[in-house]
């Protein structure tokens, strides 16, 4: 069983700068493809960030392009979510997801499990 772990969340003004963590108890982490989502408070849990088990594609909403950045440290089983130029309508739950039966190195995912999430809120 894959273990998630979200942590790095908190209070920001917009335009300022967040970076979020996941931490993944798999021993085979660098095989999982990853994945953020969000959730803001009576909205559907929306996807944000996707990246591959290499760490080699990424891909993005169109509402975080330019400014999110997904990366991840396989020797460390941490996967992250870079925040910068937040804006109000980032203010959500942000959830680490993982699916450890990707095809390898492939960005899209499948997700069987899911971190307990970490807020975020954006002040005007």
């Known amino acids: 069983q894959v273990q998630l772990v979200e942590s790095g969340g908190g209070l920001v003004q917009a335009g300022g700068s967040l970076r979020l963590s996941c931490a993944a108890s798999g021993r085979t982490f660098s095989r999982y493809s990853m994945g953020w989502f969000r959730q803001a408070p009576g909205k559907e849990r929306k996807f944000v960030a996707a990246?591959?088990?290499?760490?080699?594609?990424?891909y993005y909403t169109d509402s975080v392009k330019g400014r999110f950045t997904i990366s991840r440290d396989n020797a460390n089983n941490t996967v992250y979510l870079q925040m910068n130029s937040q804006k109000p309508d980032d203010t959500a739950g942000y959830y680490c997801a993982a699916d450890p039966y990707a095809i390898y190195d492939s960005v899209y995912g499948e997700y069987d499990y899911w971190g307990q999430g970490t807020q975020v809120t954006d002040s005007s």
């Open positions: 990246i591959s088990s290499s760490g080699g594609g990424t």
